[in-house]
């Protein structure tokens, strides 16, 4: 089972108020065959669950290191560096390089990657990803934008539910959109605190913050996006229609009836 659908179960979990919650998503790479398995080609031109795996990641873990030269472990870094830079939410995700897995588990426990309290520095991260998005690869890639404005939660909800369900949108040469995870800061009309949105894979959750709105004409709708095909002009032009009430949520980039692979 892929990471993300593991983390999806705990997120489900934490909302039957168990005692189990998700924190964050560590994903261990091999220092021996990470390399080979970031760069597989799946047919179709599908991400490969290597990359998903790092794309998604909180924190990654290069185990083995003892295993290979120095040589071969610069490139992995390089690699992966590679890939959290375009699409890691947090911009630099975090790296540790480890033998049989020795951590401090200081560094990987209560990462609070999924619940309310990361919003608070999430605005600081956000503004980061977007200043350092390199935009070298056409696979995976980060968008990011900002839009002043109230979402509608029933247009928002539709908005997010097109995307990680419908699946049914589309970018500008007609590629269907594939989100493997978001993460954002919304303004939801009538509420006065800041709401987290969160996503991964088809699964996404709406949390309310401590935090409140300083003012209220000056609402800042901040939004990532993690996945292939992404394009920044038309999911923002998707998300705009939530937050200026138009009604018309469908763009001419979403195909009827035709959901993607
Ligand atoms: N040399 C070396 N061996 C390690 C290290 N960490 C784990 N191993 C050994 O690698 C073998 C396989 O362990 P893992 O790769 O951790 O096992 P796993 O994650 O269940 O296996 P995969 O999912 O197939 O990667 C065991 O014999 C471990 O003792 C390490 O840092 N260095």
Known sequence: MSSGAVASMFWVDAELGSDIYLDGIVTVVDSKYGLKHLAEEKAGGLINEATR???????IIINKTDLVPEEDLSQLRTAIRYRIMNGSINGLGKILETQRSRVDLSNVLDL?????????????????????????DQNIITVTFEAPGNAKEESLNVFIQNLLWEKNVRNKDGHCMEVIRLKGLVSIKDRAQQVIVQGVHELYDLEETP????????????LVFIGKNLDKDVLKQLFMATVTETGKQRTTHSKEGQVCP
Do not use: E
């Not at 609070?112 to 608070?120: N, R, T």
């Not at 935090?211 to 901040?222: K, L």
């Open 53 to 59: 795996q790092v794309a998604l990641a909180d924190l």
């Open 112 to 136: 609070h990657a999924f619940d309310g309290l990361s919003g608070i520095s999430l605005q600081k991260k956000l503004q980061y990803v977007s200043a350092t998005q390199p935009h070298l």
């Open 211 to 222: 935090v409140s709105w300083d003012d209220d004409a000056q609402r800042t709708n901040r």
